[in-house]
């Protein structure tokens, strides 16, 4: 008969999974700790060729003026919002732009002037326009990928890198 190891501890299963889920937790705060930071910062931005999308002209407050970026496959928007919002651009700080496909499953998404979001009909998600593109409701699990804008001395609205991956894209490269 084999011999039976007498440092053996029977800690039962509820012991073994809690002290299993405190492993795994663990491992999500150490790489969620060491993740760069996200929304509009440096290091998220994705760099793209400089496209002029249009002039400071062509825009009305609260009004999507129809762009593509950073190809004719992927249609957004410019917004002057009226008032300074994160990653804005030009003499106010208040035009933004951002892709109107939305990241979770790739609907198409209309944008609200009545509260300033851009609601996907596929799945309800919402997202802030004066938030940085941020969700605020729905199944995505991403922010809606918003435009690095840089606005000239003549008004023209230059768009030269987005803050998210672009739905259905493997990575951000041309």
Known sequence: MAKRCEKLVDIGR???????GMAAAAGVVSVVA???????????????PSNRLGNIKDLKANEPLDVSYPD??????????????PGG?????????FTTICP??????????????????GHYSRFDAEAGGLQVW???????PQYTLRVDDK??????????????????VL
């Open 14 to 20: 509820r012991q073994f999974l809690r002290g299993s």
């Open 34 to 48: 060491s993740a760069p930071a996200k929304a509009n910062s440096p290091l998220a931005r994705v760099d793209y």
């Open 72 to 85: 004719e496959n992927a249609p957004g928007v410019l917004l002057k919002m009226g008032k300074p919002v």
């Open 89 to 97: 651009a030009g003499p106010d700080g208040d035009i933004v732009g």
């Open 104 to 121: 979770h499953k790739g609907f198409p998404l209309s944008y609200s002037a009545s509260d300033s979001t851009f609601n996907c009909p």
């Open 138 to 144: 729905g199944q995505a699990t991403q922010n809606l």
């Open 155 to 172: 008004g023209d609205i230059y768009a030269e890198g987005v803050d998210e991956l672009l739905y259905g894209r493997l990575s951000n």
